[in-house]
Each structure stands twice: as structure tokens, then as C-alpha cells.
């Protein structure tokens, strides 16, 4: 059964960082995307990174130049680094993965940005 399991969430201050984790089960490298999705409260979910397994990323506009989505291909892992959080960023944040025409979600791990 396939896993995806996020860490790394937490309360901030607007400006500083945080590093979410997301330990998958199995290879990496069998999930033709990866990428992080966040859902506000009382927002539709959306997509803030996207990697392909070619290493093509993608960034939401609101957090271009800020954000930075990586992969650890030994450890099974995909890590959304954060820099210059904002209060709109306060989000749950999910890891998705697309591997055999399947979607997986983890269980998201909530991101809180205080001014």
C-alpha cells in the first residue's frame, strides 16, 4: 500500500522558514509527478509545487521565488522548502503523487503564519 506521510508543519512569524518533509513508501522515482497542494480555511485546495519525475518544477505565481519543491531519491522524499512566509500562506498542506494512473494524498500537516 502506498503511503505518503507529511512533517514539518508548525506556528511561524511572517518572514521566517519552515521545511516540510514527505516520506513516501516505496521508490520515488515509480511517481511520474510529485508536488505539494495546500488548502486554506474555506478555500478550495491548490497547487503551490509540482515536480516531474524528469525534474520539470512548477510553482504557484504567489509563491514563485519564495517556495522551492526537492527530492531525495535515496531517502524516498519530497521536501517543500519555505522562505518569506506570509499570514496567506497559513494553510494545511498536502503531498500528492501520481504513480500508475493513481493519486495519492498524504494526511497534511498544518502551516500557520502569524503577523
Known amino acids: 500500500q502506498v503511503q505518503l506521510v507529511e512533517s514539518g508543519g508548525g506556528l511561524v512569524q511572517a518572514g521566517q522558514s519552515l521545511r516540510l518533509s514527505c516520506a513516501i513508501s516505496?521508490?520515488?522515482?515509480?511517481?511520474?509527478?510529485m508536488g505539494w497542494y495546500r488548502q486554506p480555511p474555506g478555500k478550495e485546495r491548490e497547487l503551490v509545487a509540482g515536480?516531474?519525475?524528469?525534474?520539470?518544477?512548477k510553482y504557484a505565481d504567489s509563491v514563485k521565488g519564495r517556495f522551492t519543491i526537492s527530492r531525495d531519491g535515496a531517502k524516498n522524499t519530497v521536501d517543500l522548502q519555505m522562505n518569506d512566509l506570509k499570514p496567506e500562506d497559513t494553510a494545511v498542506y498536502y503531498c500528492?503523487?501520481?504513480?500508475?494512473?493513481?493519486?495519492?494524498w498524504g494526511q497534511g500537516t498544518q502551516v500557520t503564519v502569524s503577523s
Open positions: 500528492n503523487g501520481l504513480r500508475a494512473g493513481a493519486v495519492y
Open positions: 515536480l516531474t519525475i524528469g525534474g520539470v518544477t
Open positions: 516505496g521508490s520515488i522515482f515509480r511517481f511520474v509527478t
